[in-house]
């Protein structure tokens, strides 16, 4: 009974995920594009690699579905990994849709002039190192912030603390 339970959880899983990528499909579906204007955002997609982190998609589903349907037949694991290992590549195929669907977001977000400024700034040499170091950017703004939330963190404990004490209440 729990194993049924495990793998009604993950078939759950990846039906509510279908379930928003055809919600998302049917609204961009009602706010049309042109031709013109969804090949010139496909062009600023791939140029500005916006959907490199939708990647990990698929393979994180698979990972996920393994881990669960292993956990209850873990004598059957290398069987259950083939499959699912089958199952998700026969999937693969189906990213392009993402991509196009990101493209018409952007389609409908960005006039055409847009869209080309656009991939003339990420085929740029600054664009590229932009793409490049954005990793590394992140990480300092996340290291930055984090010393800077420790200050502040400290100066507001000190500042109530003395403002409390000044009040008579600690």
Do not use: C
Not at 108 to 131: H, M, N, Q, V, W
């Amino acid at each position: 009974m729990y194993r049924s339970r495990s793998f009604a959880h993950v078939m759950a899983s990846l039906a509510a995920a279908f379930v928003l990528v055809v919600m998302a499909a049917n609204f961009t579906q009602a706010q049309e594009v042109s031709e013109e204007q969804l090949k010139i955002a496909k062009q600023a997609v791939a140029a500005s690699k916006s959907t490199r982190t939708l990647d990990n998609i698929l393979p994180s589903l698979a990972e996920n579905a393994k881990k669960q349907l292993i956990a209850n037949r873990p004598d059957e694991a290398d069987q259950i990994s083939d499959i699912v290992d089958e199952v998700a590549i026969s999937l693969a195929p189906r990213r392009g849709d993402l991509e196009d669907e990101v493209a018409r977001a952007y389609a409908r977000i960005f006039t055409i002039d847009e869209l080309k400024a656009i991939t003339a700034f990420y085929t740029s040499e600054t664009g590229k190192k932009l793409i490049e170091q954005t990793p590394v950017v992140a990480r300092s703004i996340d290291q930055a912030a984090r010393v800077w939330t420790n200050g502040i963190r400290r100066d507001l404990q000190q500042g109530v603390t003395k403002k409390l004490q000044e009040a008579g209440m600690q």
